[in-house]
């Protein structure tokens, strides 16, 4: 007879000490987002993000997010398929590097874009040589969202593209596939979940970069003020009450991406069953 575990019995196999630290760890969280919530001005938040400076920060920010979006996509993607097919040694190093930005400091991150893009940098001296100035352009917020955003779609592509049944793909290949209509047909469907949600941990990622965008792109209006640096800007200035404004835009924005995974998490299920 099988027996058919209720939610009461899930809360058994646990000690009931457990729920301390975890609701304090809980509050700890979610207790910083809700006096946002609780103390933000709403009365006068509408007209504050109607602001010149508010909506230039804005459409730079969706702008350079959503081409960032696409470039991790377009190469990291790629990139994806051959770590995680790629046995060599060289592919087990990549994927050691590619990790690295997903810890450095994020001024760190900027000195390293500087000494690479920057006009002294190991790229940026040809290109001055050119008359072509990367740092403190728009050109730069991009550079830096893809160095700190493109490790979180490569790691999420990866995991989603190794569960992939390699029977199901081998046995594709003994029927006659091409390598091309197994990627196409068989390993990019069932990895299609872990692909929409870590092209959304990158949207999300890039969305709110700071420190390295600071460091190497600068803190120009219209050019390089992202919505990050105009909150830093505003709550340091006389208008606090934007930053808060601005703050809960960027939470908003976060929210959609959150359902946006987990969306693809559903489809995901609905593709193994």
Not at 124 to 149: N, P
Request: a positive charge.
């Amino acid at each position: 007879m099988v027996r058919v575990k209720s939610k009461s019995t899930s809360l058994r196999l646990f000690p009931v000490w457990l729920w301390v630290p975890a609701i304090i760890t809980l509050i700890a969280i979610a207790g910083p987002l809700v006096a946002l919530f609780v103390r933000a001005p709403w009365p006068e938040i509408p007209t504050l993000i109607a602001t010149d400076e508010a909506l230039s920060a804005l459409r730079l920010s969706l702008m350079t997010s959503g081409i960032t979006t696409v470039i991790c996509f377009l190469f990291g993607l790629p990139l994806s398929i051959i770590l995680v097919r790629s046995q060599a040694r060289w592919a087990r190093l990549s994927r050691g590097i590619i990790m690295i930005p997903l810890v450095l400091s994020p001024v760190v991150s900027g000195i390293c874009l500087l000494y690479f893009w920057g006009r002294n940098g190991l790229v940026g001296m040809f290109l001055a040589e050119y008359d072509i100035q990367i740092a403190f352009t728009t050109v730069a917020v991009i550079l830096v969202q893809c160095f700190v955003a493109m490790p979180f779609f490569v790691v999420s592509a990866m995991d989603s593209l190794g569960s992939v049944d390699e029977e199901l793909q081998l046995a594709a290949a003994n029927a006659g596939a091409s390598n091309w209509q197994i990627l196409r047909h068989i390993t990019l469907p069932l990895a299609a979940p872990g692909i929409i949600s870590g092209t959304m941990l990158a949207f999300a990622r890039s969305l709110g970069e700071y420190g390295a965008t600071i460091t190497f792109a600068g803190s120009v209006a219209d050019v390089t003020r992202t919505l990050p640096l105009q909150i830093e800007l505003s709550l340091n200035s006389s208008t606090p009450q934007l930053a808060v404004g601005l703050s809960l835009i960027l939470i908003s924005l976060y929210l959609v991406v959150l359902l946006g995974t987990r969306l693809a998490a559903s489809l995901g299920k609905s593709l193994v069953r």
